[in-house]
């Protein structure tokens, strides 16, 4: 797994300010409409492809409509000093959204409430897959 071209992103003032948030762990869970929760949110390294560890996790969770909750995050990986970042936006219609590496929202329904922590997974390791330009297996067959 290489990701060496990964070096060159820039670490920009947003990721900073992220880095600087509390946890996403301590920020959570969030309660949409008081029936849709959150309860976690991981991610791992666009490096190597690791859990990041929630202390390493930071940046900001918030709510800016009953309906809605936004996650801002950047993921701290000591072995390859590389920080990766996290934008996905949850609401409670069961769809969740996350920025592309083109830079347009993808979105995604939930099938059930109950699966959400599994669907946010394989999210993330589609939103890796895009970033780093590999080919992992199609988890979206709807996506281009
Ligand atoms: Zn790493």
Known sequence: MSGKNL???????????LMNCRTIKEQLPVRLRGTFVINEFGG??????????TANMKGRVSAPFPFVAVIEAAGFCPEC?????????????????????????????????SRLTRQLDKLRQYFSAQKCGLKKNSLFDDDD
């Open 7 to 17: 070096k060159k992103i820039p670490l920009d003032d947003r990721t900073t300010d």
């Open 81 to 113: 000093k590389f920080i990766t970042r996290f934008r996905m936006r949850i609401k409670d219609d069961r769809t969740v959204e996350y920025l592309d590496r083109e830079g347009a929202w993808a979105k995604e329904i939930v099938p059930a409430p």
């Open 44 to 53: 791992e390294c666009l490096c190597c492809d690791q859990p990041i560890a």
